[in-house]
């Protein structure tokens, strides 16, 4: 079975700052990784995603993330916010043959003008 | 093009009501996921469509839920003799291949169910 760790139930942030989201990951097999954002009444959206190759993986509005296999995370980063950025973000992974997507409790960005 | 669409956005019932949650997916899309978003458990897994394949019903909390899928498009979760604890935002996703890990499911905007 696998397992999704969000650290930060909630990150407020001043505009243009940088953020970070942690993620942590368990899993027996190998597991592709994901960030979803879900903007308010909305439903998610792919940021972006680690298949395999390069560890550092660029996704839309700017965000990129790291994937780190010996500490099992996918941290989330961007070097400026906008107050756009407003919004609940979700970690997940799927086994490599997998059908469904395991989901961390989601950590909500708040962008402060 | 069109996305992921689902109806109704809103619904409330009163426990012990029958209640159906209708998904359109993407056009082409073999692959329907449904999930469930509360507060208490986040982001659930409910069951999967593949093609003409056998669903995955594993998420299914309990058997008054049931789903099925029709011509292999439009699907209907439905919820028999609902409970408050069924109160959540449920969200139907797709895409356009089935068993592949890698691939990205495009969500609808949910559904958000309250039983009062």
């Known amino acids: 079975a696998q397992s999704v760790t969000q650290l930060d139930s909630q990150v407020p942030v001043f505009e243009e700052a940088p953020v970070e989201l942690r993620c942590n990951y368990s899993?027996?097999?190998?597991?592709?990784l994901f960030w979803y954002v879900q903007y308010p009444n909305q439903g998610l959206q792919l940021l972006l995603k680690?298949?395999?190759?390069?560890?550092l993986v660029k996704g839309i509005n700017g965000f990129e993330a790291e994937f780190n296999k010996s500490q099992t995370s996918f941290h989330l980063r961007k070097p400026s916010v906008h107050i756009s950025d407003t919004a609940e973000y979700f970690c997940?992974?799927?086994?490599?043959?997998?059908?469904?997507?395991?989901f961390g409790g989601g950590t909500r960005v708040l962008v402060k003008p | 093009g069109a996305g992921v669409s689902q109806s109704p956005s809103n619904k409330v019932t009163e426990k012990g009501k029958d209640v159906e949650l209708r998904c359109d997916p993407i056009?082409?899309?073999?692959?329907l996921y449904w999930y469930r978003q509360s507060l208490g458990q986040g982001l659930e897994f409910l069951i999967y469509?593949?093609?003409?394949?056998?669903?995955?019903k594993s998420g299914l909390p309990s058997d008054r839920f049931s789903a099925e899928r029709t011509g292999g498009s439009v699907s209907t979760l439905t919820i028999q003799r609902t409970q408050q604890e069924d109160s959540a935002v449920y969200l139907c996703?797709?895409?356009?291949?089935?068993?592949?890990?890698?691939?990205?499911?495009?969500f609808g905007p949910g559904t958000r169910l309250t039983v009062l």
């Open positions: 056009s082409g899309h073999t692959a």
């Open positions: 996703a797709s895409s356009p291949h089935g068993v592949a890990g890698y691939n990205e499911q495009f």
């Open positions: 680690y298949l395999s190759g390069s560890t």
């Open positions: 899993s027996s097999v190998s597991v592709y």
């Open positions: 469509f593949q093609g003409n394949s056998a669903p995955d």
């Open positions: 997940a992974v799927n086994k490599a043959a997998g059908n469904k997507l395991t």
